[in-house]
């Protein structure tokens, strides 16, 4: 089954001659349990489709299914069960007056969850953070650290779809392995699908077992990750990505 | 090869509540005609050393160092109208990000000649013909309409390309880019770093390419040094740079993802204390 | 000052209390909290002018506690034998009013009304600017539209004049003026939290919570509230000395407290008359008026650099 559908979807911003299409015609699937990437330079239209999925951008039209139900205008609660998205500014994703423990509890608080405290403590020890972290504001935490909290955050109504927004592309190289790691750990786990956005190939290549190439708000090429690390793209745009990325 | 920048036994320092935090620790380089490369992860102190060389270190926090010779003259010893002098004329600097390095409120055109005007004592038309010729230099097509323009015009790659330009026009004898490109798309980076360094070649300047980017930095420099913790652990041939020794490189260079060989997990970085407790190895050449 | 010599970091017990604040791993709510309201104590407590206003307002506030042990008088009491004694006379430091009152113990008695008008002012308008300025930089739309405009009509109208016509509808006296002010002040409260609103509205964390299904009035409250209330309570103490000075000016025009009551305004306002041949009457007073706004702007300066979280960390 289809965890996610998109079709014919068009994305943009704006009435009249302010309107910018951000996302045109973009159309794929993710199977249940895949991992499937999103690649192309800023403003191509990659971070828009996460955030048509997710409601924020409320401007689209289209086919979204997630789970096989097929998504209106407003999403409900249950939505937020199945779907959830971890940011890509760790330093820009957690409130900056509220502790670890706020963060997590009132995630919790809101999906109805009673066993916050024991809840609480086991998210943070799978994310690799620990007790100790529990109480901490996000000024004490460093941006991997801050990232795991968000990780910690997404996780918390156990969904089934995660929606990566360039999870590592503001974090340094060793830690980016660690969060890696982590991802890679929480899906064979749990059983999770990614979604995941990124402009670094290399970091797709090791994530996601497809992908789409992506320019001015377009699907160019879909290929599978043989595909990319045999450098055998059809388009001649995701080509010109993958030889900008050796 | 003649020696640029000399600078030894280099200090920055900041005071805080609990103790006086060392942000660079000791750490001794020179520079030639040539393209040095500083790599490290956030809090290495790899732009505090690119900003204290041109003074930029805003208080509380201190510069210290034997010295900072520029051609032998002593940066330390000048004083803060002198320095002024030297920054944009001697030693210039390109920043991460053009959209804060540039006025919002001047057109592009006004802010290249104004910065060249600075320095020199040209005419207004002189000062015109010499920005047109900037930014052809720096591949930009069509650079009459971009001397009208604003910046919130300009894409990042546009607006990166315009500040080398500016920092360019007073021909430098160095110029230091701190992490010029990394607000860029591949594609445009590429672009960017080509032009710097034709640039760089033909005026015969010395290049401080500060950058988190190894492999970026394997492929455009001709020499590195690798700084952890405030210090410099490793000095290496930008060409050997994959086959450097100190295990802290080496686990930078194990934890990227690589297309050509793929793996489960990526390498993690396992950190060992020493490698801050060891001295700083000297980047002189 | 030097640190090392003050006695709480000699004494063992008093250091390891300090280490508890000071740490990196709080170990429970309560503990993370008072770490974060430590931490705010010690980079307020390095500023002096901050200390000083701070320490002028805790001086005010011990008078006002203890008005009846401090004042040598009954303020009220006149006696028109010794009506108008100069400055140092025996028995009345200040001297006397027209009235034979004793200008010091009116003056202590007048810090409690000076503070009650304070509270009041402190607690209403900033408390509708933020519910104004929230809702309407957080919902948008025709919303947004109708409440700026509110606030824009407050705007136009000259402060003090529409507070002199708001009293003039409710009738004089000290509740009245208090309204009447926090009327008049709320608008730049609710420009203020409306811009910040606007920013965070768009920020990643705020996206986050409703990505958890988090709906407006738990975002406005929770999320929104906690980040616009520090800068508010900057602006306000930055705002108190220009409301006391507009509850002095109620006070001197008589629309304010009414007399016999020993409001400080209401002092000046009757010492007019004697200024030439009498300048204390109103001037004592006035200089009373000027250290309280004095100290409320230092520490309002003090209070932005601890609470404003664009500068801090």
């Not at chain 2, 900037?134 to 930009?140: G, P």
């Not at chain 3, 209401?266 to 009757?270: F, K, N, P």
């Given at each position: 089954m289809?965890?996610l559908?998109i079709?014919?979807l068009?994305?943009?911003f704006?009435?009249?001659?302010?309107?910018?299409?951000?996302?045109?015609?973009?159309?794929?699937?993710?199977?249940?349990?895949e991992s499937?990437?999103l690649?192309g330079?800023?403003g191509?239209?990659?971070?828009?489709?996460?955030?048509?999925?997710?409601?924020?951008?409320?401007?689209?039209?289209?086919?979204?299914?997630?789970?096989?139900e097929?998504?209106?205008?407003?999403r409900?609660k249950?939505f937020?069960?199945?779907?959830?998205m971890?940011?890509q500014?760790?330093y820009?994703s957690?409130?900056?007056r509220?502790?670890v423990?706020?963060v997590l509890?009132?995630?919790?608080?809101?999906h109805?969850?009673?066993?916050?405290?024991?809840r609480?403590?086991?998210?943070?020890?799978?994310v690799?953070?620990?007790?100790?972290?529990?109480?901490?504001?996000?000024?004490?935490l460093s941006?991997?650290?801050r990232?795991?909290?968000?990780?910690?955050?997404?996780?918390?109504?156990?969904?089934?779809?995660?929606?990566?927004?360039?999870?590592?592309?503001?974090?340094d190289?060793?830690?980016?392995?660690?969060?890696l790691?982590?991802l890679v750990?929480?899906r064979?786990?749990?059983?999770?699908?990614?979604?995941?956005v990124s402009?670094?190939?290399?970091?797709?290549?090791?994530?996601?077992?497809?992908l789409?190439?992506?320019?001015?708000g377009e699907?160019?090429?879909?290929?599978?990750?043989?595909?990319?690390?045999?450098?055998?793209?059809?388009h001649?745009y995701?080509?010109?990505l993958l030889q900008a990325?050796? | 090869m003649s020696t640029?920048?000399?600078?030894?036994?280099?200090?920055?320092?900041?005071p805080?509540?609990?103790?006086?935090?060392?942000?660079?620790?000791?750490?001794?380089?020179?520079?030639?005609?040539?393209?040095?490369g500083i790599?490290g992860e956030?809090g290495?102190g790899?732009?505090?050393?690119?900003?204290?060389i041109?003074?930029l270190i805003r208080?509380p926090?201190v510069?210290?160092?034997?010295?900072?010779?520029l051609?032998?003259?002593?940066?330390?010893?000048?004083?803060e109208?002198e320095?002024r002098e030297?920054?944009?004329?001697?030693i210039?600097?390109?920043m991460?990000?053009p959209?804060?390095?540039l006025?919002?409120?001047?057109?592009?055109?006004?802010q290249?000649?104004?910065?060249?005007?600075?320095?020199?004592k040209?005419s207004?038309?002189?000062?015109?013909?010499k920005?047109?010729e900037?930014?052809?230099?720096?591949?930009?097509r069509?650079?009459?309409?971009?001397m009208?323009?604003?910046?919130?015009e300009?894409?990042?790659?546009?607006?990166q390309r315009?500040?080398?330009?500016?920092m360019?026009?007073?021909?430098p004898e160095i110029?230091i880019?701190?992490?010029?490109?990394s607000?860029?798309?591949?594609?445009?980076q590429?672009?960017v770093?080509d032009?710097m360094?034709?640039l760089?070649?033909?005026?015969g300047?010395?290049?401080?390419?500060?950058?988190?980017?190894l492999?970026?930095?394997?492929?455009f420099?001709d020499?590195?040094l690798?700084?952890?913790?405030g210090?410099v652990v490793?000095?290496c041939e930008?060409d050997?740079?994959?086959?450097?020794?100190?295990p802290?490189?080496?686990g930078?260079l194990n934890?990227?993802p690589?297309l050509d060989?793929?793996?489960?997990?990526?390498?993690v970085?396992?950190?060992?204390?020493?490698?801050?407790?060891?001295?700083?190895v000297?980047?002189?050449? | 000052?030097?640190?090392t010599?003050?006695?709480?970091?000699?004494n063992?017990?008093?250091?390891?209390l300090?280490?508890?604040l000071?740490?990196?791993?709080?170990?429970?709510?309560r503990h993370?909290?008072?770490s974060?309201l430590?931490?705010?104590?010690?980079s307020?407590?390095?500023?002096?002018?901050?200390?000083?206003g701070?320490?002028?307002?805790?001086a005010?506030?011990?008078v006002?506690l203890f008005a009846?042990l401090?004042?040598?008088h009954?303020?009220f009491?006149?006696n028109?034998?010794?009506?108008l004694?100069?400055?140092?006379?025996?028995?009345h430091v200040?001297?006397?009013?027209?009235?034979?009152?004793?200008i010091?113990?009116?003056?202590?008695?007048?810090?409690?009304?000076?503070?009650?008008?304070?509270?009041?002012?402190?607690?209403?308008?900033?408390?509708?600017?933020?519910?104004?300025g929230?809702v309407?930089?957080?919902?948008g739309g025709?919303?947004d539209?109708?409440?700026?405009?509110?606030t824009?009509?407050?705007?136009?109208?000259?402060?003090l004049?529409?507070?002199?016509?708001?009293?003039a509808?409710l009738?004089?006296?000290?509740?009245?003026?208090?309204?009447?002010?926090?009327l008049?002040?709320w608008?730049?409260?609710?420009?203020v939290?409306?811009?910040?609103?606007?920013?965070?509205?768009s920020s990643?964390?705020?996206?986050?919570?409703?990505l958890?299904?988090a709906?407006?009035?738990?975002i406005?409250?929770?999320?929104?509230?906690p980040?616009?209330i520090?800068?508010?309570?900057?602006?306000?103490?930055?705002?108190?000395?220009g409301?006391i000075?507009?509850?002095?000016?109620?006070g001197?025009?008589?629309?304010?407290?009414?007399?016999?009551?020993p409001?400080?305004g209401?002092?000046?306002?009757?010492g007019r008359?004697?200024i030439?041949?009498?300048?204390?009457?109103?001037?004592?007073?006035?200089?009373?008026?000027?250290?309280?706004?004095?100290?409320?702007?230092?520490?309002?300066?003090g209070?932005?650099d601890?609470?404003?979280?664009?500068?801090?960390?």
């Open positions: 289809n965890m559908e079709k014919q068009d994305v943009w704006g009435h009249g001659h302010n309107r910018v299409d951000a996302v045109k015609g973009a159309e794929f699937s993710v199977p249940e349990g499937f990437g690649v330079e800023s191509s239209g990659k971070s828009t489709i996460l955030r048509a999925i997710t409601g924020l951008a409320p401007e689209w039209s289209g086919g979204i299914t997630v789970n096989g097929r998504l209106g205008k407003q409900r249950s937020y069960k199945t779907v959830q971890v940011f500014d760790p820009a957690l409130h900056p509220h502790s423990d706020q509890g009132e995630t919790l608080a809101l109805g969850f009673r066993d916050i405290d024991a609480v403590v086991k998210l943070l020890d799978d690799g953070l620990g007790q100790k972290f529990r109480f901490r504001y996000p000024h004490q941006g991997g650290q990232q795991r909290v968000a990780i910690a955050r997404a996780l918390a109504p156990e969904p089934k779809l995660l929606l990566l927004d360039e999870p590592t592309s503001a974090l190289v060793s830690v980016q392995a660690e969060i790691n982590l750990d929480l064979k786990d749990r059983g999770l699908t990614y979604l995941m402009h670094d190939l290399s970091v797709v290549g090791h994530m996601c077992d497809r789409a190439a992506m320019r001015h699907i160019v090429e879909i290929m599978d990750v043989a595909a990319l690390r045999g450098m055998q793209a059809q001649a995701s080509q010109e990325s050796v | 640029l920048l000399d600078v030894e036994n280099l200090w920055v320092r900041f805080t509540r609990n103790g006086v935090f060392d942000a660079v620790r000791g750490i001794s380089f020179t520079l030639g005609r040539e393209r040095l790599v956030s290495s790899k732009s505090m050393t690119g900003r204290s041109l003074r208080a926090g510069v210290e160092a034997d010295h900072i010779s051609e032998g003259q002593d940066l330390l010893q000048l004083s109208k320095m030297v920054r944009g004329k001697r210039s600097m390109v991460q990000d959209k804060f390095s006025n919002p409120v001047m057109t592009i055109g006004d290249i000649m104004e910065a060249y005007r600075l320095h020199s040209a207004k038309s002189e000062a015109y013909a920005s047109i900037m930014l052809e230099a720096v591949s930009i069509d650079p009459e309409r971009v009208r323009a604003y910046p919130h300009m894409s990042g790659g546009m607006g315009i500040m080398i330009a500016m360019l026009i007073p021909n110029l880019a701190d992490e010029p490109t607000a860029l798309d591949v594609s445009v590429r672009q770093l032009i360094d034709k760089v070649r033909e005026r300047m010395g290049l401080i390419f500060i950058s988190h980017d492999n970026l930095v394997a492929d420099c020499r590195v690798i700084m952890y913790a210090r490793e000095v930008a050997k740079l994959h086959e450097a020794k100190h802290y490189t080496r930078l934890s990227l690589r060989a793929p793996r489960d997990h990526l390498e970085l396992q950190r060992d204390p020493a490698w801050s407790e060891a001295p700083s000297s980047g002189r050449s | 000052m030097s640190d010599h003050s006695p709480d970091t000699q063992p017990e008093a250091q390891s300090r280490a508890w000071l740490t990196e791993t709080p170990t429970s709510r993370a909290k008072l974060a430590y931490h705010g104590w010690l307020f407590r390095a500023n002096t002018m901050a200390m000083i701070l320490g002028i307002l805790v005010l506030l011990f006002a009846p401090l004042a040598p009954d303020p009491e006149q028109l034998g010794s009506r004694l100069p400055l140092w006379t025996e028995g200040f001297g006397t009013d027209s009235l034979g009152r004793d010091l113990s009116r003056l202590i008695y007048g810090s409690r009304i000076t503070l009650y008008i304070v509270a009041l002012v402190a607690l209403i308008a900033p408390l509708v600017g933020l519910l104004v929230t309407s930089g957080y919902v025709w919303v539209t109708v409440l700026m405009r509110i824009d009509i407050f705007l136009a109208f000259p402060r004049v529409l507070a002199l016509a708001f009293v509808a009738g004089a006296g000290i509740e009245n003026a208090v309204i009447a002010i926090s008049t002040a608008p730049p409260y609710a420009r939290a409306r811009a910040e609103t606007l920013t965070i509205r990643d964390y705020i996206s986050a919570i409703k958890q299904g709906g407006a009035f738990r406005i409250t929770k999320h929104i509230w980040l616009c520090s800068s508010l309570i900057v602006r306000v103490t930055l705002d108190m000395a409301i000075l507009a509850a002095a000016g109620l001197f025009l008589g629309l304010g407290a009414q007399p016999p009551s409001e400080w209401a002092m000046i306002s009757e008359r004697f030439l041949d009498h300048w204390w009457v109103a001037t004592v007073p006035g200089l009373a008026i000027f250290t309280v706004s004095l100290a409320f702007n230092l520490l309002g300066d209070l932005r601890v609470l404003d979280p664009k500068a801090g960390d």
